[in-house]
């Protein structure tokens, strides 16, 4: 692939975040039962990926290999979905993508406690920032919040810890089988989501049932503009840029996720939840500075 100019690169990873950033919007819209939703963003994710597959043979290579390994590393895909679209339903879709960032704490903290890496000084700030502004979003006020709003935060953490195990074990997968192509690992990983979640919505007594027409476009946007077309845009502009640029733009998801939600379903801060938010932001992007030092795959 030739390597694009550094703005091509830049917009290409612009464009990647803005779509995503539409993630937890699309999965609020669709008006499913979040297990339900998260099943229709893998079936439609995968058969995007599979015409990507289909129209450029040379994504394929690997395609047949290694389905035992992204079958496990689904499985911590599919509790980070599991968990955040229960999320979005009970503290909205801005808030719950801001705590699903936390997970580059995650990322770092692997590094620390397996690697025995140290501590820089952006990995601590970070962190200090992040609980800073976490604790002003909701803890000043713990006591007073409602039992289902200090559950979707609890979800909301555990999306970051079950995305950040996914990440690390996307690494090591990658390692292992380094002939497989990133397209056809994230076609295998999409397959196998696609079907654990299906199995977990049946146990769970829902319908598949997709109610209307507006429910249709949001579920096909949620898969092909957010799981394969956005994510497809920052891996293939962000190896071209500082890891400081990436960062800066990567966190276009959880500020524009909050914007949409403002405007869209109504959300309402107030003046201390407003500094909470920008300085767990702050945090988050130090955060991903310590860990883009470390060769780990995105999230596709």
Known sequence: MIAPSPLRAAVLVTAGALLISFSAIFARLAEVEPTTSGFYRMLFGALGLGLLLLLQPSARAGLRHGWGGSLLIAMAFTADIWFWHRSIFYIGPGLSTLLANFQVFILTAFGVLWLRERIGWRFAGGLSLAMLGLWLLFGRDWVGLTPEVRLGVILGLLTALAYGVYLLGLRGVQIRYPGVRAEARLAQVTVCCCMLLGLIN?????SFAIPDARSLAALVALGLFCQVGGWLLITRGMPFLPAALVGLLLLLQPSMSIVWDMLIFGLRLN??????????????????????????????
């Open 202 to 206: 049946l146990a769970e007594g829902n």
């Open 271 to 300: 003046a201390w939840q407003y500094a909470g938010a920008l300085i767990a932001l702050i945090g988050i992007y130090l955060g991903f500075r310590s860990a883009s030092r470390r060769p780990i795959s995105r999230q596709p």
